[in-house]
């Protein structure tokens, strides 16, 4: 019995960005960019020297969209994160968190049919020009954290 999904596309992508991200100026959005690929097939696309912060769709279809932020370092300072799709920021999209000890997590995660040509961007931005979306080093014991991962996970036509 051959498996009825064999032949239909599973495009999935996962990228993120090993460097501290910084805001110039405070309440201004700030695009949040990728330069390093977990994984990544064919239906997404991405280029870590053109347009680093977009994810655009060739596959049409419903698609599991998470995004996942470390932000800080400062104590007290907001920091914003949302999505734009196709150049318009998502209504009631955003994300905000204050850093309580130093760094704190966003996570959001969208279920959403998307087209061929359709793009994704994650924006972002600070009250604080001190606090972004940092990235950690590896310890010895462990390993590093990156500043941003999202994932893009065809689900369904």
Request: glycine share 10%.
């Amino acid at each position: 019995l051959v498996d009825r999904y064999e032949h239909f596309p599973s495009p999935v992508l996962i990228s993120q960005s090993l460097v501290t991200q910084n805001a110039g100026i405070i309440n201004t959005p700030t695009l949040a960019v990728f330069e390093v690929y977990d994984t990544t097939s064919a239906g997404i696309s991405h280029s870590t020297t053109v347009n680093p912060g977009r994810i655009t769709i060739g596959v049409p279809g419903v698609y599991l969209v998470t995004v996942s932020a470390q932000i800080g370092p400062t104590l007290g300072a907001t920091v914003w994160l949302w999505p734009r799709f196709n150049g318009s920021d998502g209504p009631d999209s955003s994300n905000a968190g204050i850093p309580a000890s130093g760094a704190a997590q966003l996570e959001m995660q969208w279920l959403r049919r998307l087209g061929v040509g359709d793009y994704w961007e994650f924006w972002w931005s600070t009250s604080n020009v001190l606090s972004g979306l940092i990235a950690t080093a590896a310890p010895a014991w462990a390993p590093g954290i990156p500043s941003i991962t999202c994932t893009f996970q065809w689900v369904s036509t």
